[in-house]
Nanobody, 120 residues
Framework: EVQLVESGGGLVQAGGSLRLSCAAS????????IGWFRQAPGKEREGVSC????????YYADSVAGRFTISSDNAKNTVYLLMNSLKPEDTAAYYC?????????????WGQGTQVTVSS
């Protein structure tokens, strides 16, 4: 059974940092791209970052480029999202998901989410 479990969310002041973790199980870890998404209340889900299948390439939304860093630890089957210089507009529920490609439809495998709240 494929499982994705996020952790690391919390409350932080603007300008602060958080590191989210996405622990994966039930599949060959680097056979899949892992993406981070977020959804704020009343807004559509937004793609934040993705690390490619094989974990050799990374992609970022313009809104987080230069502030967020995605990385993977294949020994721990875990993908991280390091978030620096956080802004109140980064407040959202953050989810990780798995798909074969960063350009995939992201329909099948999702975690339960972790809340990030950035205070001004």
């Amino acid at each position: 059974e494929v499982q994705l479990v996020e952790s690391g969310g919390g409350l932080v002041q603007a300008g602060g940092s958080l590191r989210l973790s996405c622990a994966a199980s039930g599949f060959t870890f680097d056979d899949y791209a892992i993406g981070w998404f977020r959804q704020a209340p009343g807004k559509e889900r937004e793609g934040v970052s993705c690390i490619s299948r094989g974990h050799g390439s990374t992609y970022y939304a313009d809104s987080v480029a230069g502030r967020f860093t995605i990385s993977s630890d294949n020994a721990k089957n875990t993908v991280y999202l390091l978030m620096n210089s956080l802004k109140p507009e980064d407040t959202a529920a953050y989810y990780c998901a798995a798909d074969l490609y960063c350009s995939g439809t992201w329909q099948d495998y999702w975690g339960q989410g972790t809340q990030v709240t950035v205070s001004s």
